[in-house]
T-cell receptor
């Protein structure tokens, strides 16, 4: 496996379910991110982890709970979601702390539908 | 907070036409990045720019880092059907460990049959 891998690619869940999104990066990067992309809206940064420490939480509701057990893995735990949470959830990774920023490498995303 | 103004929001062009899109900001950026997102996929980095005035090409794509460091443009020459998608500009304000990348709202490119 190379790059950033997200599973599952598609997820349909009820409002009372609990599910988790998984992201794994094989690039040796030290930072990982969760983004939400809704239809016709810009990319919304949700969480940032640098060196496994959460450094940013962009006022995300508590029904979204991130977990970063090591620098290669990132999870997004979901519970009691609302229909408006339906979106494409993108994971990204990057190498921070060096002179040049080579940008983020994104996964293919998880298309989440809340019913 | 810092914002990137990306335009146009969408474009409808004929195959073979050239395309131009740009991003502007009131803030000075140290790095400009251009991404493309195909339907159902994550964004993929096309071009990265690191110095004011820098002009970089990647095949039919050319991007420039504006001299004022507050803008950047992306040109696509002789468009083909696989160019369809959403193009995002992104900028980084600093070079520090915690300097995030800020994304524009995207330009959606449509190619008419």
């Amino acid at each position: 496996e190379t790059g950033v891998t997200q599973t599952p690619r598609h997820l349909v869940m009820g409002m009372t379910n609990k599910k988790s999104l998984k992201c794994e990066q094989h690039l040796g990067h030290n930072a990982m991110y969760w983004y939400k992309q809704s239809a016709k809206k810009p990319l919304e940064l949700m969480f940032v982890y640098n060196f496994k420490e959460q450094t940013e939480n962009n006022s995300v509701p508590s029904r979204f709970s991130p977990e970063c057990p090591n620098s290669s893995h990132l999870f997004l735990h979901l519970h009691t979601l609302q229909p408006e949470d339906s979106a494409l959830y993108l994971c990204a990774s990057s190498q921070v702390g060096q002179g040049l920023n080579y940008g983020y490498t994104f996964g293919s995303g998880t298309r989440l539908t809340v019913v | 907070g810092q914002q990137l103004n990306q335009s146009p929001q969408s474009m409808f062009i004929q195959e073979g036409e050239d395309v131009s899109m740009n991003c502007t900001s009131s803030s000075i950026f140290n790095t400009w990045l251009w991404y493309k997102q195909d339907p159902g996929e994550g964004p993929v980095l096309l071009i990265a720019l690191y110095k004011a005035g820098e002009l970089t090409s990647n095949g039919r794509l050319t991007a420039q880092f504006g001299i004022t460091r507050k803008d950047s443009f992306l040109n696509i020459s002789a468009s083909i059907p696989s160019d369809v998608g959403i193009y995002f500009c992104a900028g980084q304000l600093g070079k520090g460990r915690d300097d995030k990348i800020i994304f524009g709202k995207g330009t959606r490119l449509h190619i008419l049959p």
